[in-house]
């Protein structure tokens, strides 16, 4: 499974775009690049997938190079409520039984 | 999206009982759910990986005999905390995955178990 690298802690202001970072450079082929959100005392929380290019939904995008070796979450204009772990996860789409495996995660402290 | 859940919420338990944790797939069938444990400010580590009629895979370092799981229907995974002690407390939580759907697969989580060992 490919192993990702995020950066441990990062701090935004009310309102501002925040862009973290995951390196991922031994991907694979049929690894699909998942970000899951996480609360304090919660199970994480599916923000977005992709594979290549750009991927829109209503809460977040996500930015892929053609290498594939990194990608980026956006997170637009957040709140407060955006405090959180976000963790990014590469995995193989195809193989069901693949479970996920999780990295330390990038912990976001929004300050008002 | 599909929901998971998980029962109990959390869980106060003495030193040597046994904790039963269900994991429900509520809106979807799940051939393979995943348990994994969080201690505080950690990451989750896989425990386990649940496969629906057959005995679950366990992760390296994690003691079959202790951890207990049942994967007896398409919906429902239970782990088991055998002889529990302090150093058991942590946060369980339950994962299973979704097939092709809407462009994506991915796996849903349950709220997970906070489990206490007195």
């Known amino acids: 499974l490919a192993k990702t690298t995020q950066p441990i802690s990062m701090d935004s202001y009310e309102g501002q775009e925040v862009n973290i970072t995951c390196s991922h450079n031994n991907i694979a082929t049929n690894d699909y690049i998942t970000w899951y959100q996480q609360f304090p005392s ?70 008002a | 999206g599909a929901v998971v859940s ?13 904790v039963k944790i269900e994991c429900r797939s509520l809106d979807f ?3 393979t759910m995943f348990w994994y444990r969080q201690f505080p400010k950690q990451s ?29 229907s398409l919906t429902l995974s239970t782990l088991t905390v055998t002889s529990a002690h302090p150093e058991d407390s942590s946060f369980y939580i339950c994962s299973a995955r979704l097939g092709w759907t809407s462009g994506q697969e991915t796996q849903y989580f349950g709220p997970g178990t906070r489990l206490l060992v007195l």
């Open chain 1, 42 to 111: 919660q199970g994480p929380r599916f923000i977005i997938q992709g594979y290549k290019t750009k991927v829109t939904n209503e809460v977040a995008s996500l930015f892929i190079p053609a290498d594939r070796k990194s990608s980026t979450l956006s997170l637009p204009r957040v709140s407060l409520s955006d405090t959180a772990v976000y963790y990014c996860l590469v995995g193989d789409k195809i193989s069901g039984n693949t479970p996920l495996v999780f990295g330390k995660g990038t912990r976001l402290s929004v300050i």
């Open chain 2, 29 to 31: 069938q799940a051939t």
């Open chain 2, 44 to 72: 989750l580590m896989l425990m386990a990986t649940s496969n629906e009629g057959s005995k679950a895979t366990y992760e390296q370092g994690v003691e079959k005999d202790k951890f207990l799981i049942n994967h007896a």
């Open chain 2, 6 to 18: 998980q029962h109990p919420s959390w869980v106060i338990c003495k030193s040597g009982t046994s």
